[in-house]
């Protein structure tokens, strides 16, 4: 992962382990329930986007890297790697 990516990544997971760690005070302290699925589905919209920006440094990099080399054999194991990953999010 490049350089960047990893630092915006990295402040964006540590953010998340914030709001989990206060999913979990929000249950000790017996919350109301639509205000912890609330933010249940905004860790879930988090994580999203930290999908998605790993999924681009790897395009703009390993793929792009793969497709660069001429080297058809990596091109079609990097291609469907990104294919798997992809099925993958959609379950």
Excluded: F
Excluded at 27 to 37: K, L, M, N, P
Excluded at 56 to 75: E, F, M, N, P, T
């Amino acid at each position: 992962m490049q350089t960047e990516a990893k630092t915006s990544v990295q402040k964006r997971l540590n953010k998340i382990e914030g709001q989990v760690r206060g999913l979990s005070r929000m249950v000790d302290e017996d919350r109301y329930c639509i205000d912890i699925v609330t933010q249940i589905s905004a860790v879930r919209a988090a994580l999203r986007r930290v999908e998605e920006e790993v999924l681009r440094d790897h395009v703009a990099h390993c793929v792009h890297g793969a497709i660069a080399s001429g080297d058809r054999a990596a091109q079609r194991k990097k291609v469907e790697e990104l294919m798997d990953v992809l099925v993958r999010a959609e379950r």
